[in-house]
């Protein structure tokens, strides 16, 4: 079974600059989560689908970022325009609809630098 | 508050050693909790979980209400253990909520 699939896996912009975050989740996992993973920090969630639908959303800045889920299973996460703080490790994880449990399956990140 | 605090950045232990790694939650309610692990230019991965209480690589980890503690033991480390290890609470809005992490080094 692939795992959680996330292009690209770096990336280095210029600040004011737009850049996107492409994510695709394990088969048949109806929930999709991005983190935001600064260094020496411990993933914190950006935002929740569950299939098509952001059910939370409460900590994702809306003056510059926006993520989509059209069709319930692939996910882009958009900045536009970056800054220099935005330089981050981005995460999707992904959980199984259904589940009893919290247990998510991470894919490698996106390294973002920007400059 | 939903919290999570692991108070050592950085462990550092010789093979064969002893080691736990600390968790403490704040979550009213009953919590869920893991231990995820990320080993050098590898994804983030479960290690354990409280419900399932089993021991994987021979770590375990004890949840204890009374002092809303949740650390990772195993009573010999090896060189292959050296890596980022989060404790992680399962929130009540579905997501994960993280420690920042501890970095385990043993020493050969």
């Known amino acids: 079974e692939a795992g959680v699939v996330q292009s690209p896996r770096y990336k280095i912009i210029e600040k004011k600059q737009p850049v996107a975050f492409w994510c695709n989740p394990i088969?048949?996992?109806?929930?999709l989560y991005w983190y935001l993973q600064n260094l020496g920090q411990g993933p914190e969630l950006l935002i929740r689908y569950e299939n098509e639908e952001a059910v939370d959303d409460s900590q994702l800045p809306k003056d510059r970022f926006s993520a989509e889920r059209l069709k319930g299973v692939d996910s882009t996460l958009k900045i536009q325009p970056a800054e220099l703080g935005d330089s981050a490790v981005y995460l999707c994880?992904?959980?199984?609809?259904?589940?009893?449990?919290?247990?998510?399956?991470f894919g490698p990140g996106t390294r973002l630098t920007v400059l | 508050a939903q919290r999570v605090t692991q108070p050592e950045k950085l462990l550092s232990v010789f093979k064969g050693a002893p080691v736990e790694l600390k968790c403490n939650y704040s979550y009213s309610g009953s919590p869920e909790l893991f231990w995820y692990v990320q080993y050098s230019r590898q994804r983030l991965q479960l290690l354990l979980r409280?419900?399932s209480r089993e021991s994987i690589k021979g770590f375990t980890a004890d949840l204890n209400k009374g002092e809303t503690s949740f650390h990772l033991k195993k009573p010999f480390a090896q060189e292959e253990d050296s890596a980022m290890y989060y404790c992680?609470?399962?929130?009540?809005?579905?997501?994960?909520?993280f420690g920042k992490g501890t970095k385990l080094s043993v020493k050969p």
């Open positions: 994880a992904s959980r199984k609809g259904g589940s009893s449990y919290n247990e998510q399956f």
């Open positions: 088969s048949g996992h109806n929930t």
């Open positions: 992680a609470l399962g929130g009540s809005q579905g997501n994960l909520i």
């Open positions: 409280h419900i």
